[in-house]
């Protein structure tokens, strides 16, 4: 094969990744802004019994395994630097995990955008707690927590046991955070059962 026809060809690969990634995140885009159907605001019935195992590279490449934060209750957030609702709920999760101490709960965001906008986003607004980082994987990942199409903001809430708490759907306000956290702990401490924490988390 001739330079000519080799610089041909990966000319026309370079012009259909950029397609592809530019349909995505147009997809991305109309999912965001979007109600058609989606799931309303609030907890979504059709989320996974456990905990799903995934791994997703972090900001600084780094493969990451969700259950390297196995043990603790997670609040696991799916947002995107376009997502207007994700910005606004940004510095609530970042003032829970500066009182990670005190509520027990792992913040971890999953962001569904590229990584070169996270990066900057990051560090535009000081978040400091653990964000992973992908396109078509990530929405991959979000599918496990039942959702069958991507409305974003989500979280979804586990135990230390792994269990799924509720997958919230839409932002979370401070009440509802605050609520959260007090259902979270009395779960971790006993003071209710699977059934009733998910129903409290339902009711917020």
């Given amino acids: ?18 397609v592809l990634g530019m349909r995505l995140y147009l997809e991305l885009q109309a999912r965001a802004t ?9 907890q979504l019935r059709g989320a996974p019994e456990n905990l799903p195992a995934f791994s997703l590279h972090d900001v600084a490449g780094n493969l990451r395994r969700i259950d390297e934060w196995s043990g ?14 994700c910005r606004r709920e940004i510095p609530l999760l ?5 009182r990670e101490s005190l509520s027990g709960i792992q913040v971890v965001g999953v962001a569904i955008d590229r990584q ?13 707690y653990p964000n992973l980082v992908g396109e078509a994987d990530a929405m991959q990942v979000s599918s496990l927590f039942g959702l069958d199409g991507l409305g974003l903001p989500f979280s979804a809430l586990s135990g ?16 509802q955070m605050t ?26």
Avoid at 1 to 9: G, K, S, Y
Avoid at 72 to 84: G, H, R, S
Wanted: glycine share 8%; proline share 3%; hydrophobic share 50%.
């Fill in 116 to 128: 070169s906008d996270v990066e900057l986003f990051l560090a535009e607004y000081g978040v400091t």
């Fill in 1 to 18: 094969m001739n330079a000519w026809v080799r610089n041909t060809l990966f000319g026309v690969a370079l012009i259909c990744s950029a």
């Fill in 160 to 175: 230390g046991d792994g269990k799924i708490l509720t997958v919230h759907i839409g932002e979370i306000d401070a009440r």
């Fill in 94 to 98: 970042q003032d829970l995990h500066a």
């Fill in 179 to 204: 609520a959260l956290v007090a259902i979270s702990q009395a779960y971790e401490n006993g003071q209710l059962s699977l059934v009733a924490a998910r129903q409290k988390l339902a009711g917020i």
């Fill in 72 to 85: 603790q209750p997670l609040l696991i957030n799916f947002w995107a630097t376009w997502c207007a609702p």
């Fill in 34 to 42: 979007s109600d058609d159907g989606l799931p309303e605001a609030g």
